[in-house]
């Protein structure tokens, strides 16, 4: 039987480097074996444009507004909100405030570990 310290990995977020999308978004990223949680800054004014995946999101927000945009629904999250989207829906995301935002994705986002996430970093 393997010990605990053998299967499990501690981290600070302080010691995740900041990946620079582009102007306005930023990220760091923790990737376990079939979770993935990301810490996005995003300043105000800064777009994720329209997007989907398989990934099921999780969405939290820390600090600031973000306004998800879905085909028939605008839904603005503040501090403390929390935002469920479930796999496959188109949706676009903007920062009203600076915004903090933690995402969790199940299972990890392989665009984003791969660097096939254009659509961020215009």
């Known amino acids: ?24 978004i930023s990220r760091k990223m923790i990737t376990g074996e079939r979770t993935m949680i990301a810490q996005l800054f995003i300043k105000k004014g800064g777009v994720v444009p329209t997007h989907h995946h398989e990934n099921e999101q999780i969405s939290y927000i820390l600090e600031g507004i973000l306004e998800f945009e879905f085909a028939d629904k605008t839904v603005v999250l503040k501090k403390g909100d929390v935002l469920v989207i479930p796999s496959n829906v188109p949706h676009k995301a903007t920062a009203l405030e600076d915004t903090v935002d933690i995402d969790v994705f199940t299972p ?14 215009k």
């Open 108 to 121: 990890p986002r392989q665009d984003w570990l791969s660097g096939q996430d254009a659509y961020l970093r």
């Open 1 to 24: 039987m393997m010990a605990i310290d053998e299967i499990m990995n501690h981290y600070s977020w302080d010691d995740i480097p900041l990946d620079v999308l582009s102007d306005t």
